[in-house]
């Protein structure tokens, strides 16, 4: 650089030379602008790749593992060593389908040879839920098929792929972006990349029932090209849920179910998994009687409701004497509580912590059923919803926001204007603050959107699920209003 500056004449196998030394040491780091769509930039990049970058050979292996997490010993880029190669790339292709781009760091890969694929990300970091590049652990031999070398859209055919070299496999079914491909006999394990957490919810449906299918298949592929994009088919808010890193992210996963599965879709309101839970102890009474000729409908319980403690769960306790409900009939009581509870009392989400107890009931000799119960179970419930205050109870999240200093002011208030409690701050690194804060998810939604904006690209967040908190008055009759 001193000469550079002196204005001396440098040579340019020197400047090749000095570029390669600091790319494979890792101190620099080319940034070469490249348009796919023109080709600007393309010869420039692939000049500086061949030119100015280590071969595969000089560079060091990254460190390897056996299925069980222990370290095995070092491999060299050698044709000859055992097989280590990752699935760093995985594509859609209109007529051969999965297309997986491999890189082989040791070893030779053969077609119609079989492979033992493993994918272990859990063993080296734990139950992340939520992360954008969790998949379920496993261990599986594999097939290889045709082999070639992707060249644009062409595909050069591949008598074999050996180590150093990026290859194309076709219809891998088993391998996931970031699996690791090695001998059956020696199983190994590279440790899985760490990918970004997407933290931008939308909420999708197909626009038409009869593309409802095509939306499923086009959101799995989608899925398995784009380790930063996560799919969540919510069971309770029945919504499907793209995790996207950012709008521009969305749009980009939007476009690709439109132009290239055929599927038009509506992005509609997000609905947060609310919860409802019983304030006081109350009495319900539950009588289903339909007798009108012929074999008829007869059940009559009575109960009564006790609130329990966060995390407690459903407790039903059976308190009848006397024959007052059939014993047969008692487990109807139970089942038709228990549907209730799922439809809610309120604003329709799912009631928990509760303590139901069965006092009292009539039966009829010939007209008493499972059903009857069931019903009298459900409408015991609701009776004892009325006689007392029910609340909504909403999901709060602990998040953590890395912003510049000069940013800290407006983070924290925008958090309080969230309903969010702030819990603290932290000094980082470069002109940093780390805020921590627990906020309602009804309020980040959007999040990710308005914190870009808020501090001008330059913040980032995380977010865990924390507990379930009763919901204020004032946002809960919100929520009833429209229920």
């Known amino acids: 650089m001193e000469r550079y500056l002196g204005g001396e004449d440098i040579d340019e196998s020197i400047l090749i030379q000095d570029l390669e030394k600091a790319v494979a040491r890792g101190s620099f780091f080319p940034v070469i602008p490249v348009c796919s769509g023109t080709g600007v930039g393309t010869l420039e990049l692939l000049e500086v790749a ?30 000859n ?27 030779t890969i053969k077609p119609d040879a079989t492979v033992h694929v493993s994918g272990h990300f859990s063993s080296f970091f734990g139950d992340q839920n939520g992360s954008a590049n969790t998949h379920p652990d496993h261990d599986e031999d ?48 590279l440790k899985p990349w760490t990918m970004p957490e997407p933290l931008l919810p939308i909420a999708i449906q197909a626009h038409a029932k009869t593309d409802e299918d095509k939306l499923s298949v086009g959101l799995g592929r989608l899925a398995a090209e784009d380790p930063t994009l996560r799919i969540e088919q919510n069971q309770e808010t029945h919504q499907i849920v793209l995790w996207c890193m950012g709008e521009a992210h969305a749009g980009v996963v939007l476009d690709g179910l439109a132009n290239r599965y055929g599927v038009t879709v509506d992005t509609v309101e997000l609905r947060v998994p609310l919860r409802e839970t019983f304030a006081g102890n109350a009495k319900g009474h539950g009588r289903h009687v339909k007798q009108s000729g012929g074999h008829g409908q007869y059940g009559v319980c009575d109960i009564e409701v006790e609130p329990l403690p966060e995390g407690s769960g459903f407790e039903f306790v059976d308190k009848v004497v006397g024959g007052a409900v059939p014993r047969q009939f008692i487990p109807s009581v139970e089942k038709g509580v228990r549907a209730q509870m799922e439809k809610g009392v309120l604003a329709g989400y799912p009631v928990v912590d509760l303590r139901v107890t069965l006092l009292d009931g009539k039966a009829h000799s010939v007209d008493s059923s499972d059903f009857a ?51 603290g701050t932290e000094t980082a690194a470069n002109e940093r603050t780390v805020v921590k804060a ?37 946002a809960a009759a919100r929520v009833k209003s429209t229920a």
């Open 81 to 107: 060593a055992p097989l280590l190669a990752e699935v760093v790339k995985t594509t859609s292709d209109p007529y051969v389908g999965r297309v997986s781009l491999v890189r082989v760091f040791s070893g």
């Open 373 to 423: 119960f069931q019903m009298a179970g459900g409408l015991a419930l609701r009776d004892a919803a009325a006689a007392t205050k029910v609340i909504l109870l909403e999901p709060i999240d602990e998040i953590s926001v890395l912003v510049p200093d000069d940013f800290v002011g407006a983070v924290m208030g925008d958090l309080s204007g969230r309903r969010g409690r702030v819990l």
């Open 438 to 474: 627990e906020v309602p998810q009804v309020e980040l939604t959007r999040y990710a959107i308005d914190l870009r904006s808020l501090a001008h690209g330059a913040a980032s967040f995380t977010r865990r699920f924390a507990r379930y908190e009763p919901m204020p008055e004032s």
């Open 50 to 79: 061949t030119r100015g970058f280590p071969s595969p050979m000089e560079h060091p292996l990254p460190e390897v593992f056996t299925p069980q997490g222990a370290t095995h010993a070092e491999l060299a880029c050698d044709v």
């Open 142 to 189: 594999e097939r290889i098929g045709p082999l070639s070398f992707p060249l644009g859209k062409q595909q050069r055919p591949a008598t074999a792929v050996v180590a150093g070299d990026i290859c194309a496999i076709g219809r891998l079914s088993r391998a996931e972006t970031g699996d690791t491909l090695s001998d059956k006999s020696e199983p190994l394990v």
